[in-house]
């Protein structure tokens, strides 16, 4: 199994601008969800899902788009770019009756 | 809003010695998670401990939780360079696993 992988790993982006973060998981996990990590703070949660076709929002979610269209992906759509969302983003996902969550390799995204 | 404080920010010791690091959250809890997180990459799930627990090992790792001071504790023994990380908490409040919220880190050093 490749667990959690994310793409792309760095990206840079002018203010205004949008993309789409990806995340994907071959593990069948019901449960995914987007953190963003800032210096000197933990994880902050930003969008999760409990399976395709359900999202909600975390504790920052404004700026950010999610969905889930499959069981596998969980993209993270930026719509107009601001240098407050310059941060790394981690993807994760969770088999459903376990607590605990598995991680991808993150996404460096500096806006200027 | 962070949930979770940990004390130290920072802790530098040699091999072979012990890391204690600490963590501190505000509301009540289902369960406590350690992870670890390697410069430039994921978080991995170290340990669970759920709130009705009050010490679990695994392997080198001890860990505690006292809900009446809200404050868990996480020990690593023996420690080996590879031990080099920051080290998380994270809470569950909310019993669904859906939510959690993680602590700022403790940065540990381990020289040779």
């Known amino acids: 199994n490749a667990g959690v992988t994310q793409t792309p790993k760095f990206q840079v982006l002018k203010t205004g601008q949008s993309m789409t973060l990806q995340c994907a998981q071959d593990?069948?996990?019901?449960?995914m969800s987007w953190y963003r990590q800032d210096p000197g703070m933990g994880l902050r949660l930003i969008h999760y899902s409990v399976g395709a076709g359900i999202t909600d929002q975390g504790e920052v979610p404004n700026g950010y788009n999610v969905s889930r269209s499959t069981t596998e992906d969980f993209p993270l759509r930026l719509l107009s770019a601001a240098p407050s969302q310059t941060s790394v983003y981690f993807c994760a996902s969770r088999e459903t009756g376990f607590e605990w969550q598995y991680f991808g390799p993150g996404t460096r995204l500096t806006v200027t | 809003s962070q949930q979770g404080e940990e004390d130290p920010q920072a802790l530098s010791i040699q091999e072979g010695e012990n890391a204690t690091m600490n963590c501190s959250y505000k509301?009540?809890?289902?369960?406590l998670q350690w992870y670890r997180q390697n410069s430039g990459r994921g978080l991995v799930h170290l340990i669970l401990?759920?709130?009705?627990?009050r010490e679990k090992h695994s392997g080198r790792l001890r860990v505690t939780l006292d809900t009446s001071k809200k404050s868990s504790s996480l020990l690593i023994t023996a420690s080996r360079a590879a031990d080099t990380a920051s080290y998380f908490c994270?809470?569950?409040?909310?019993?669904?696993?859906?939510?959690?919220?993680f602590g700022t880190g403790t940065r540990l050093q381990v020289t040779l």
């Open positions: 593990m069948n996990h019901e449960y």
């Open positions: 401990i759920r709130s009705n627990e």
């Open positions: 994270a809470t569950d409040g909310t019993g669904t696993a859906s939510k959690l919220t």
């Open positions: 509301t009540s809890i289902n369960n």
